[in-house]
């Protein structure tokens, strides 16, 4: 399962979204026949990506957050 296709977080991959929807557009049996696998995998791997990315951002938000608290926790410790 994957999150909403259609936000502002999938910007990057509104062109294979687009094109997902376009085949599954065409009809119940297109999709029931397997037409539309590789549109699928596309917005997947697409997805996957971006969402590997904003991971990165976030531990390294986290890691200097963390590098913060700890030299306070530090300086606490030191002053006590």
């Not at 065409?26 to 697409?46: D, E, I």
């Amino acid at each position: 399962m994957h999150p909403h296709l259609h936000t502002k977080d999938n910007r990057g991959c509104e062109e294979v979204m687009a094109i997902l929807d376009e085949c599954h557009a065409r009809g119940f049996l297109w999709k029931a026949s397997g037409m539309c696998n590789q549109a699928k995998r596309n917005v997947n791997k697409c997805l996957r990506a971006e969402r590997l990315e904003r991971t990165k951002k976030n531990r390294e938000v986290a890691k200097v957050k963390r590098a913060g608290i700890t030299a306070k926790w530090t300086d606490i410790d030191e002053n006590s």
